[in-house]
């Protein structure tokens, strides 16, 4: 039995909650997660229009984040829906030698991704890892 959406809170034909936040843990060790990243965000906003994404990148993915110009592009680009955003985590980024002033707006920089994707969690966001 699923428990009833707060009052006023767009629901499915299942009853449970169209809106809501979820963070994106994208942890991989190249470009290929956050190509799933992507698909990933387009398909669950086309499913819950209402949400919010926050695609949190860590490990070696912060490298083609950065250096692959069609990666970054897209990652630049999906920020533009006001419902996406995209963080890198400051510890891979030194981890791969990166700096963090080479993160360009509007991507965002986290301490740590995994504290961070506990944070979000313990506010009530939904967590998606990939």
Known sequence: MTAPAEPGTPTGTD???ETGAAVVHAWGPDA???AVARRTVGNVLAALPGARLEVVV???AV???LTDDATLTAL???CADPRV????CANSL???GLEVAEVPAPLGVVGSALAHCARRQWAGWAYLRL
């Open 15 to 17: 009853g449970l909650p």
């Open 32 to 34: 290929d997660v956050l």
């Open 58 to 60: 860590q490990g070696a």
């Open 63 to 65: 490298l083609p984040a």
């Open 76 to 78: 630049v680009a999906a």
């Open 85 to 88: 955003s995209v963080v890198l």
């Open 94 to 96: 030194a981890g791969q």
